[in-house]
């Protein structure tokens, strides 16, 4: 299963007929929650975006076990000293982790909170085809407040939950139809997504070594999927530090290739050096926009998305 995805809206929606919620910077998933733990496992199937099983990942999730659930949310890790906002480069220490023993050890260290926010169903009964407005009454009703769960709140004023949003230095805003049924695996209109930064996912079609190294990763080339093939959108070294570099590598040297990937011409300034790779690693970039000749201005490397792919990439465009 895949869950139901939002379209990037021109403007925030009013009326009575829509509910508004803040928009995470996190992990996507369905937790398929068992009515107790079974003996082979704990009770709790994470599923990412893309239908890969992370349970191992979040072992805290485990918890929620005790009622069958279908629930739909985001995970995602807060940072206390950024002033308490969604982290993806802090989730990113504990999406990648597949052995238990490491991932029960971030629990503590890194701690995550999952953010339900849609109820698909509840002890037997599928809830998917019943308006949003329903599923949400029940939803609340379930009293899913923990340390690693919660029910963020709803708004009916999306431009007041817009502007706030941005001054706290948030994602953004989801905006979603009260009539709306659940379809898994749909991109709809009837929810509307308006992120604030300027955070972009792109492909990756090469790396370069750091400047005197032949070994440690210094920045990533990135592109757009496109109908055309992967268009060149620039070069990315900042935010690419500490463990992020090795973490990179270890992924990108079993895709290497012997040409560019890339379908227009890459300036030779930044092919100079260059491993080629396979365009299937997705990653988030912060950056000023582009520049005149479509390049990201100033781009800061944010985190590695698992969870999208380049086609995923091609539906959002």
Not at 21 to 33: I, N, P, Q, S
Not at 72 to 87: H, K, L, Q, T
Not at 130 to 154: S, Y
Not at 163 to 188: C, D, H, I, M, N
Request: hydrophobic share 40%; with cysteine.
């Amino acid at each position: 299963m895949r869950p139901m995805l939002a379209t990037r809206g021109s403007h925030v929606p009013t009326g009575s007929q829509w509910i508004h919620e803040v928009k995470w910077d996190g992990m996507r998933v369905l937790a398929d929650v068992t009515a107790r733990r079974s003996p082979g496992g704990p009770g709790v199937c994470l599923t990412s975006r893309n239908e890969n099983d992370v349970s191992v990942s979040f072992p805290e999730l485990a918890g929620l076990a005790g009622r069958d659930l279908l629930l739909d949310g985001e995970i995602v890790a807060f940072d206390a000293g950024d002033g308490g906002r969604p982290s993806f480069a802090r989730l990113a220490e504990r999406m990648h982790v597949g052995n238990p023993r490491r991932a029960a050890a971030l629990v503590d260290v890194t701690p995550v909170t999952f953010l339900v926010f849609d109820l698909l169903r509840l002890d037997g009964h599928d809830l998917t085809g019943e308006p949003l407005a329903q599923r949400r009454e029940q939803l609340e009703a379930l009293g899913l407040a923990d340390v690693h769960w919660q029910v963020p709140a709803t708004y009916d004023d999306g431009a007041m939950l817009f502007g706030a949003t941005e001054q706290q230095g948030l994602e953004g805003v989801v905006s979603k139809l009260l009539t709306s049924r659940y379809v898994f695996g749909t991109r709809t209109k009837d929810w509307l997504k308006f992120p604030h930064r300027r955070r972009t996912s792109w492909v990756v079609g090469g790396w370069r070594p750091e400047v005197g190294s032949e070994t440690r990763l210094g920045a990533v080339l990135v592109g757009e999927p496109t109908a055309q093939g992967l268009l060149y959108r620039g070069r990315v070294g900042s935010g690419i530090a500490g463990k992020v570099g090795p973490l990179l590598r270890e992924l990108l040297e079993p895709l290497s290739r012997a040409d560019s990937p890339f379908v227009d011409e890459v300036p030779r300034l930044d092919a100079l050096g260059t491993r080629w790779v396979e365009p299937v690693l997705v990653v988030d970039v912060e950056s000023l926009g582009f520049s005149g000749q479509g390049r990201l201005r100033q781009p800061s490397y944010r985190g590695l998305r698992d969870d999208l792919t380049p086609d995923d990439l091609k539906e959002q465009s």
